[in-house]
């Protein structure tokens, strides 16, 4: 089973005697539905099997989620509203400060935190950006996990309201499922209006 076996990264950070936070997001390319946050600051004698959440099964993921959060953590996530009014990546970042926020009103403020990706937002905290982190950093991968079962579980919620979509299991990409069922059924409030395919839709439907 793979999995992340050592903590380069967070002790260059000056783990585990500071706070290092990792963080992740989930949820950037759907067409519909919030981009979803975490924030977790993992203990010395932490020994899960964890690794980049897309390399998991659904099933590995949500019994690894379900140890994960019995440790401090924070869930942040940016709303479609917002998507549609700021972008996705400015999204992505208020989401991923709202996770790091959370986790610090439990422990307080981080020394440092290691993000996924190769850009930072406007962070007021010390932050490294790490291309692959959430396949490279055991706290990275972590709140990749928490993430992402966060947000896929809500989908799955969100298709008992709004059945035909597929979203239970396309979670909200572009799916042939999800595409038939913009045709039938029309958008919803939860898509991201500002996505190509759903502006698309709304252009057709708006009178010359």
């Known amino acids: 089973m793979a999995q992340i076996e050592d903590w380069q990264l967070e002790r260059e950070s000056g783990w585990p005697d500071r706070l290092v936070f990792g963080v992740d997001e989930a949820g950037r390319g759907p067409w519909a539905g919030p981009v979803t946050a975490a924030a977790i600051c993992l203990p010395e004698d932490f020994d899960l099997p964890v690794d980049d ?34 972008n996705i990546l400015q999204a992505t970042y208020l989401a991923m400060a709202r996770a790091v926020e959370g986790l610090a009103a439990q422990i307080g403020a981080p020394h440092h935190v290691l993000v996924d990706g190769n850009r930072l937002g406007k962070w007021s905290f010390s932050a490294s950006a790490i291309v692959g982190g959430d396949g490279r950093s055991r706290s990275i991968a972590a709140a990749s996990i928490l993430a992402k079962v966060t947000r896929d579980r809500q989908m799955q919620a969100l298709d008992e309201a709004f059945p035909g979509y597929g979203w239970a299991s396309n979670k909200g990409y572009g799916a042939k499922a999800h595409s038939l069922g913009l045709e039938k059924l029309g958008v919803t409030p939860h898509h991201r209006r500002s996505y190509a395919p759903i502006a698309k839709i709304l252009a057709a439907q708006t009178p010359n």
């Open 53 to 86: 959440s897309k390399k998991l099964t659904a099933k590995k993921r949500d019994a690894l989620f379900e140890q994960l959060i019995l440790w401090p953590h924070g869930i942040g996530e940016a709303s479609v509203r917002e998507i549609d009014e700021v």
